[in-house]
């Protein structure tokens, strides 16, 4: 069965420090992952997606994610963090073939510090 | 853009009210979804659909249901509220996969209190 772990249900850091949001997966087939980014009373955004073209990933709003298969790794990261990006960030497994369910982590809050 | 409009962002009901909450596309997609977003557990899946008057059910479809009458609008239904089901409602919606599972597009969702 397939899984997501987000290390971390709150992280804190400095605006223009870097950001750096923990996601592992487990799964038996090569996965599709996501991250999605939900703000204050909003639904989730699509930041980024994983479908096996390049290893890294660039999304919007300047993060990005790096694919490593040896470690079941798909962490998020941006240079520096802005005030703006305070929000709450989802990582997920998409299905496996013949199968409907995405697989969401229980979410990261980040926090920017002035 | 993908627009994915949802009727309301807030609703007070009472316990053991019938209560609809509306989901709405307009991209053409085929596959609609429910979930419940609650503190520390993330998005759980209530109830699918990939096509009109089919569903599936997702990981906790109990006490809730839904209709899909139309392509573009999938309804969740709470048979009898109850205040374990106050909580907020996510609809998404994306195309069938083809060859690949796409991104979910979100509605801003629902907060709902069971009084």
């Known amino acids: 069965a397939q899984s997501v772990t987000q290390l971390g249900s709150h992280v804190s850091v400095s605006e223009g420090a870097l950001v750096l949001l923990r996601c592992n997966y487990s799964s038996s087939v090569p996965p599709y992952l996501f991250w999605y980014v939900q703000y204050p009373n909003q639904g989730l955004q699509l930041l980024l997606k994983y479908t096996s073209a390049a290893t890294l990933v660039k999304g919007i709003n300047g993060f990005e994610a790096e694919f490593k298969k040896s470690e079941t790794s798909f962490h998020l990261t941006k240079p520096s963090a802005h005030m703006s990006d305070a929000a709450e960030y989802f990582c997920a497994v998409g299905p496996t073939s013949g199968t409907y369910k995405y697989i969401f982590g229980t979410g990261t809050r980040l926090k920017v510090l002035a | 853009d993908v627009k994915v409009t949802q009727s309301s962002r807030y609703l007070v009901k009472r316990t053991g009210e019938k209560v609809f909450l509306e989901c709405v596309q307009d991209m053409d997609h085929e596959n609609m979804f429910w979930y419940r977003q609650d503190p520390g557990l993330g998005l759980r899946l209530i109830y699918f659909s990939y096509d009109v008057k089919m569903k599936e059910k997702g990981d906790i479809p109990e006490g809730y249901s839904v209709s899909r009458e139309k392509k573009e609008r999938f309804s969740l239904i709470l048979e009898s509220a109850s205040t374990n089901q106050t909580s907020m409602y996510l609809c998404?919606?994306?195309?069938?996969?083809?060859?690949?599972?796409?991104?979910?597009?979100f509605g801003d969702g629902t907060r709902l209190s069971i009084l």
């Open positions: 998404a919606s994306n195309h069938r996969d083809r060859g690949f599972p796409g991104p979910q597009h």
